[in-house]
């Protein structure tokens, strides 16, 4: 059975950080392009971040560049997300998803392209 599991979430006051994790089972992440979304309360989903199968392409949205980094550890089958200078407007659940995009440099933080999802985890920022 295809899953993502993510985990690292919690609280936190502003300006501190946190570092999410996403790690699947079943399956190689080798030659999965990786998401992050997040989805506050009565918000629509929307993209953060995402890092390529290959060549370590990575994009971010512009409300988290310079403070956000993704990065991925294929031998332990993981995509970490580094989250700095958290401020309460980054309060949401965290998902992290999967679409297979074998040997590519590049990705897309369109939640249209993405058909494995994970569970999320709940980050809040709050004093």
């Known amino acids: 059975q295809l899953q993502l599991v993510e985990s690292g979430g919690g609280l936190v006051q502003p300006g501190g950080s946190l570092r999410l994790s996403c790690t699947a089972s079943?399956?190689?992440?080798?030659?999965?392009?990786i998401g992050w979304f997040r989805q506050a309360p009565g918000k629509e989903r929307e993209g953060v971040s995402c890092?390529?199968?290959?060549?370590?392409?990575?994009d971010y949205a512009d409300s988290v560049k310079g403070r956000f980094t993704i990065s991925r550890d294929n031998a332990k089958n993981t995509v970490y997300l580094q989250l700095n200078s958290l401020k309460p407007e980054d309060t949401a659940v965290y998902y992290c998803?999967?679409?297979?995009?074998?040997?590519?440099?590049?990705?897309?933080?369109?939640?249209?392209?993405?058909?494995?999802w994970g569970q999320g985890t709940q980050v809040t920022v709050s004093s």
């Open positions: 079943g399956f190689s992440l080798d030659f999965y392009a």
């Open positions: 890092i390529s199968s290959s060549d370590g392409y990575t």
């Open positions: 998803a999967a679409y297979p995009a074998p040997f590519l440099a590049m990705c897309t933080t369109s939640p249209n392209e993405y058909y494995n």
